[in-house]
Each structure stands twice: as C-alpha cells, then as structure tokens.
C-alpha cells in the first residue's frame, strides 16, 4: 500500500498567481500521477509524472501551464502558472507502487482562485 | 480508449444487497475492469478488479459477463459508509502492461438509505 501526503489541503489565490502543490508518498513508487477534478465533475487527468525526465501530458494539458516535477520516487510537484478561476478545482495526486498493482491517491488540494 | 457506460445514481438501503452494474462494449481481450469509488471529500479508493473470471476480495464482489462487455460491482451489505462515486475504469495499456494510466468516467453516485 501507499500513504500519499498533500500539501496544501486547500489554498484561495490570486488570478496571475502560481501555486505549486506538493505530492509525498510514504513509499518509492513506479507510478505518479496528477489529476484535476472540477467542481461535480470526475477525475481528469492531467500528466503522468515520470521520474528523472519530463511528465507526459494528456491532450489539452501543457507544460507551460502545468509544469510538473518528479525528483525521486517517493514526491512529486504540479504547479498551477498564471492562475485564472477557471482553474478552481480540486487537484490530486495519484501513485501506483509497483506495475499492475492498485492506485493509491491523496486527499486533494481545493483551489479557489479569485 | 475502451468507454464505459454507468448509470448517474442509484439508491440503496442500509444492510441490502447493492449491485451496480457497467457497460463495455468495446473493451478489447487485454483490458482490466477495474472499480474506484470516491467517498465525499476523499481521493478515489481501489475497490477491485479482474479480467474474465468473477473475483472476490473483503470490499465486494466483482461479476464479469461471459462476453465480458458488462460486469457488475456488488456490495454485499451496504452501509452508510459505503455512500460514494463507484467508477468503472478500463485499464488502458499505453507503453506498456505495467505503464497504464486510469481514466475515470463520470461514475455512479450509490446513495445509501438508513
């Protein structure tokens, strides 16, 4: 199994602010993730973090905007650049500890941008 | 990507019998049914997976259809706790069995009544 650890839990921004949000996991993991989930809406991904190299974005996601970091394999970084309210959601770190074994996921972190 | 189709909510009363069913039609010979669920204000939990045969584990139970183009998630005693968002994911196999990623539908709300 794996803990995941957020930070923060939930933070109000300023539009043209950047928020990095912080992914600890108890355990080294093959696989990170970063999700988005919009208020009432599912889960959508947004890269996978990969280890030493750049993270693979999903279609519609970008650096620029979402640049990610994954120095070892227990954290991981997403930051949210250039803020706008439309990026108001809830943003979640996923980690799966070996190939073909579960998903394991943080609490969230709630952002409110203003 | 193989979709699934899940009805938007269902109801169900404490301590009864719960099956929440999930459509695939496409999925293809190599895709893993997998079931998440998301308890209110929580990340999504692993709840169980399997590829042909039905599977069991101390959460639920998961039934796969013969054709294997439904299966159906059953709690066997529902509890108050058990109020959530159930996904139904296929696992989507991109370089690689072990690099998969999870790509979340919109789910089936299971309110549970005491």
């Known amino acids: 199994s794996a803990v995941i650890s957020q930070k923060p839990s939930r933070d109000i921004c300023q539009r043209g602010t950047s928020l990095t949000i912080q992914c600890q996991v108890d355990?080294?993991?093959?696989?990170m993730f970063w999700y988005r989930q919009q208020p009432g809406q599912s889960l959508t991904l947004i890269a996978t973090?990969?280890?030493?190299?750049?993270?693979?974005?999903e279609s519609g996601f970008v650096i620029d905007k979402f640049p990610i970091s994954r120095p070892n394999l227990t954290f991981s970084t997403l930051t949210v650049s250039n803020m706008s309210p439309e990026d108001s959601s809830i943003y979640l770190c996923?980690?799966?500890?070996?190939?073909?074994?579960?998903?394991?996921f943080g609490q969230g972190t709630r952002l409110t941008v203003v | 990507d193989a979709k699934t189709t899940q009805p938007n909510s269902m109801e169900s009363n404490e301590e009864e019998p719960v099956h929440l069913p999930c459509n695939h039609s496409?999925?293809?010979?190599?895709?893993?049914i997998h079931w998440y669920r998301q308890l209110p204000s929580q990340g999504p939990e692993y709840v169980i997976h399997?590829?042909?045969s039905n599977v069991n584990n101390r959460m639920a139970s998961l039934a796969i259809a013969e054709d294997r183009k439904s299966s159906t998630l059953i709690l066997h005693r529902a509890t108050l706790r058990d109020a959530a968002v159930y996904y139904c994911?296929?696992?989507?196999?991109?370089?690689?069995?072990?690099?998969?990623?999870?790509?979340f539908g919109k789910g089936t709300l299971l309110t549970v009544n005491p």
């Open positions: 994911i296929l696992r989507d196999v991109s370089g690689g069995g072990s690099n998969y990623k999870l790509t």
């Open positions: 996923s980690a799966r500890p070996q190939a073909n074994t579960e998903a394991f």
């Open positions: 973090a990969n280890q030493g190299s750049e993270a693979t974005y």
């Open positions: 496409t999925i293809s010979g190599t895709d893993y």
């Open positions: 355990s080294q993991v093959t696989m």
């Open positions: 399997g590829l042909t």
